[in-house]
Every structure is written in C-alpha cells, then in structure tokens.
C-alpha cells in the first residue's frame, strides 16, 4: 500500500493542484471535508482538507486506499494542532 501524507501550517490559502484528466469529487470524515480528484494519467486519487487555513493533503492508488489516508490525515492534522496549541 501507497500512502502519502503531506501537512503544511500556515496562514496563506493552499494552493490548486491541477492535472489532466481530474475529476473532482468530496470525503467526509468528522468534521472534516476534503476535495478530491483522481489523475487518470497517474492512476492515482488525490485529495486535500478543504475549509481550513493550513494545507493537508494527501493520495491513494484506489478509493480505499484513498479512504484511509484521508481519515489519517485528519487524525495526524488534529494532532498536530493539539502540540502545537492550535486548538
């Protein structure tokens, strides 16, 4: 399994990700909502948390793949934040 796991604090907006062939899609998980695309040139799905002002994101080569590192990445985002007395 391929799990790629990227969290950037910071106060400026995320970026857009762009790639050929994207359809956009969501997740949700807690309170959390994610916009998700998958890359047919890479096979790969690709999302990020959507609705906060730090920048999480992350991919999966299948829906469950993709799934579970969303829901991994809230959990790390929340822990994070909870360190570093964001929340």
Known sequence: MVLSLHI???ETPAP???RENEVTDSLQYQDFTAAINYSAGDETYFGRIIG???LVI???NSEAEL???FQ???EDY???CKIIGKL
Do not use: N, P
Request: charged share 40%.
């Open 67 to 69: 799934k579970a590192a």
């Open 78 to 80: 929340l822990e994070t």
């Open 72 to 74: 991994e990445a809230v």
């Open 58 to 60: 992350f991919e999966g």
């Open 8 to 10: 950037s604090l910071a």
């Open 16 to 18: 857009k990700i762009e």
């Open 52 to 54: 906060i002002k730090d």
